[in-house]
């Protein structure tokens, strides 16, 4: 099995020393979240809170004490400080953005971690967050669906045009080799895991479902791909609310081989550099991982 950590609300220099030990713990990847800002006073909720059992984040998930970085760059330094482990954002908020932005700076971190990184993306929820950025909100699902395919062809690593509803531009190119960044969507709606299965090259859960709704999910994904007939490898990686050795295994032992625990279960808020490192081993090691 392949474990990951889901990271969020953490300070740049503290993610660092985390990437660094869970690194050193054998994680197979740190997810990073994010939120472009906090809108005060914001109403939206969350759509994996209203349909599934466990919400992760008890009050606002954006609050004004949240540590609010840019995930492109947080994972560059990360991507500096390591070696081995994965980096990916869990998830980018790509309607937010103009697509050929984003391929450019995906493209970039892609080569400058060495393969390792992996993009993943969905249309949002925070409906505020959206106004502040003048992105009308009820645009997102098909400004995702066309982000997507300008991405896929800036990294043919061509010249390319494009006519759509959103964007339009004459021929361009964003680099004459190609790049293999994987797209990774995120979404647990019908829509977005028909999405997930059709263009993605996996998939990430949206929230923390519990388990029986995590291999309902995955079972979904799986029958979407076979239905289509998509045989390239797929990984689906599904957030777990327990980090225990148990718990894991029962996720195994139903074919979920991708599970990503929330990294402030192990990484302590409080304390020095070193004692951090030193809880997170112990807490990993408990785990089961490698050290």
């Not at 895991?193 to 995955?218: H, I, K, Q």
């Amino acid at each position: 099995m392949n474990v990951g950590l889901s990271v969020y609300d953490i300070a740049v220099s503290d993610l660092l020393d985390l990437a660094r030990a869970a690194e050193e713990s054998g994680f197979d990847a740190l997810w990073l979240g994010e939120h472009v800002l906090l809108p005060v006073g914001y109403a939206s909720e969350h759509p994996a809170h209203q349909v599934d059992a466990h919400a992760h984040i008890s009050g606002p998930i954006v609050s004004p004490d949240t540590e609010l970085v840019d995930p492109m760059v947080a994972l560059a330094a990360v991507a500096g400080a390591t070696r081995r482990i994965r980096l990916a954002t869990g998830i980018y908020i790509l309607p937010l953005r103009h697509p050929l932005v984003t391929a450019r700076a995906a493209a970039t971190l892609h080569e400058a971690s060495c393969g390792r990184f992996l993009l993943g993306v969905g249309a949002g929820w925070l409906e505020e967050e959206f106004a502040a950025l003048d992105v009308p909100f009820e645009d997102r699902v098909a400004r995702l669906a066309e982000s997507i395919e300008i991405m896929r062809a800036a990294w043919r690593g061509r010249p390319f045009d494009h006519r759509g509803t959103h964007f339009s531009f004459d021929p361009i190119q964003t680099s004459h080799r190609p790049a293999a960044v994987p797209l990774i969507l995120g979404g647990n709606t019908p829509g977005a895991l028909r999405r997930a299965a059709t263009v993605g090259d996996g998939w990430f859960s949206s929230g923390t479902p519990d388990f029986e709704r995590a291999v309902e999910l995955v079972a979904t994904l799986r029958g979407l791909r076979s239905d289509l007939g998509l045989t390239a490898p797929y990984r689906c990686y599904v957030r777990v609310a327990d980090a225990s050795p148990a718990v894991l295994e029962s996720y195994a032992a139903a074919g979920i081989d991708d599970v990503v625990v929330w990294a402030d279960q192990l990484w302590p808020t409080t304390g020095t550099p070193a004692s951090k490192r030193k809880d997170f081993a112990t807490a990993a090691s408990a785990m089961g991982m490698l050290a």
